[in-house]
């Protein structure tokens, strides 16, 4: 789902390796949703300004499986995250800062009827928080063209 071609058009001027593949991390059952995810690591660049940038998507087999957006925001709030709006992405997509000051990993969040929720995150010493969150929507918007 998510390609070469979107990171670096989003986060441009750098350019990315496809670090991990896309992959099946949890493989679907009647019971239990697939998760996928894949990584894309910036090229050319010391350890302090490398980026990261990554997508975990979820599919539940069935709707009653699936995961709401609410329950997603109380976990990220049990994490001691702040959910924030994201207009434009769908009904319940919003973003946290899930990393630390010093290592800021924006996580946007954008769920696509009951059953698909796609975790779209970028994670970096020196992004700005603003740039990063504008890249990931560029992202999400490009892979739910192809969806």
Do not use: H
Not at 12 to 21: H, I, L, N, S, W
Not at 67 to 83: E, I, W
């Amino acid at each position: 789902m998510l390609q070469k071609a979107d990171v670096d058009a989003a986060l441009a001027p750098r350019k990315f390796d496809q670090g991990t593949p896309g992959r099946a991390v949890v493989k679907s059952s009647p019971k239990m949703a697939s998760v996928s995810s894949c990584t894309y690591t910036s090229r050319g660049a010391t350890a302090k300004d490398t980026v990261t940038v990554t997508l975990v998507a979820r599919r539940a087999p069935n709707d009653a499986s699936g995961v709401t957006p609410q329950t997603a925001r109380d976990g990220a709030v049990k994490l001691k995250a702040t959910p924030v709006d994201v207009a434009g992405l769908g009904a319940g997509a919003y973003w946290v800062n899930l990393g630390s000051s010093a290592f800021p990993v924006i996580e946007l969040n954008v769920f696509r009827g009951k059953r698909e929720w796609l975790v779209f995150s970028v994670g970096a010493r020196t992004l700005d928080t603003q740039v990063a969150l504008a890249g990931l929507k560029k992202i999400a918007n490009g892979v739910a063209g192809r969806l």
